[in-house]
């Protein structure tokens, strides 16, 4: 009998921390709802620096697209994010507004979110490398677009990131992406080929081959292509 009350004592104490701590958490945020309407700025900073990944990750997509979320304001928190967060969710988070915010200043961190072990991570910089001009990582993002062992998705976004440059490198890359096993590589460097070189060889990497040969021969390559 004094087991099972001590047992029904522990439980009761044990069910009035957990209403605590949910009722703290609700006051806490009760708190920032009510302070994000009169100080969006303070608010979305303090989330910034929670404890909680979600918190932070949340934070960073709502400041992104605000009209104060720019590089001036919030830039050195997107990069100190992105290349010091302890959660690879919240640093893609931080990789990303720097896509829409910040510029090629920002290349070493993309290099590293495109090498991390996490998707979340390499998917984010495929982002970034379509949005920021880089020619200077074309070999870099080559290699990485033709990588048989990455997640098709970042392949597919990293062929798209290299449409945008006019140079042999990118083009082979493109290239090469004619004869990978999954159609979104495939379409992606057929789409990419076109917008280049101005040609349409549909997805026949030999075709396009020979035709860039000759084009590189002529040094007419890229004369075709719309601008």
């Known amino acids: 009998m004094l087991f099972s009350i001590t047992l029904m004592v522990l439980a009761g104490c044990s069910a009035l921390e957990t209403m605590q701590e949910d009722f703290g958490a609700l006051q806490e945020d009760t708190s920032l709802l009510v302070e994000n309407f009169f100080n969006p700025v303070a608010a979305e900073s303090k ?3 929670s404890d909680r990944p979600d918190d932070r990750r949340e934070a960073l997509f709502r400041v992104t697209y605000q009209s104060w979320g720019d590089n001036d304001a919030f830039g050195p928190v997107y990069r100190l994010m992105a290349g010091a ?3 690879p969710a919240v640093r893609a988070a931080a990789l990303l507004a720097l896509a829409r915010h910040g510029g090629p200043e920002d290349a070493p961190l993309f290099q590293t979110a495109l090498t991390s072990p996490h998707r ?3 998917r984010a910089a ?3 490398a379509q949005r920021v001009h880089m020619p200077e990582l074309v070999p870099f993002i080559s290699e990485r677009s033709n990588n048989a062992e990455e997640d098709v998705q970042v392949r597919r976004d990293l062929t798209v990131a290299l449409s945008q440059y006019q140079n042999d490198r990118a083009v082979d890359a ?5 004869d990978a096993s999954r159609y979104a590589i495939v379409e992606a460097g057929r789409s990419g080929l076109q ?3 101005g040609m349409d060889h549909g997805t026949d990497s030999a075709l396009w081959q020979s035709a860039i040969n000759a084009s590189r021969r002529e040094g ?6 719309k601008p």
């Not at 493109?174 to 004619?178: C, R, Y």
């Open 47 to 49: 989330r910034l620096k």
């Open 85 to 87: 967060d302890p959660d």
């Open 120 to 122: 979340v991570e390499r």
């Open 126 to 128: 495929a982002i970034f």
């Open 174 to 178: 493109l290239v090469s992406a004619l």
């Open 195 to 197: 917008h280049l070189t």
């Open 220 to 225: 007419q390559l890229f004369d075709l292509a």
